[in-house]
């Protein structure tokens, strides 16, 4: 990550690298667990820690961690809530009814499909979302899951029948 131009104190530059060595990883895998993508992660964590430099003064040292998660847990939810205003915007200026030879009925299936598609994982709550993708991306077990959130194994097999009964309803069919 390259800093933008200035002159900077080398304390800030060691806290800096410091905090970025540390936490970067982690704060990628949050994003990754809760958006479903990887280069939506990789700029979410570019901009965590950009906003984390604009406000390296006012930092401590004990609290930098828990702003590192909430700085991306809230450009993770203004960039679900951007492209729901994107898809209502293009949806509300949607007047043809048959686009390149399909009829209007299929043009609506396609549509619902596509957006059932990318609205899967962010339409799972975030523990459950974050645990079916821990299982079924990563290939961790109930018990490895159990043991990085700090969960029992019944709580981490909940939160994954929570995950398919949402995938369920979404799609109809067992997962």
Known sequence: MTL???????QELKWFRSVFDLYYE??????????GDVDL?????????????????????????????????????NHYKHLKVVYNFQVSQKTEFSVGGYSADEVVRMEQLNRQLQDALASIPDGPREVFLMNRIDGLTYEEIAQRLGLSVKAIEKRMSEALAVLRKKFGYKI
Request: charged share 25%; glycine share 6%.
């Open 26 to 35: 982690s704060i990628r895998h949050f994003a990754y667990f809760k958006t």
């Open 41 to 77: 992660a990789d700029d979410i964590v570019q901009e965590v820690f950009l906003k984390l430099w604009d406000m390296r003064g006012k930092v401590k040292d004990e609290t930098v961690k828990a702003l590192l998660y909430t700085i991306a847990g809230n450009i993770i939810r």
């Open 4 to 10: 933008p131009a200035g002159n900077y104190t080398p």
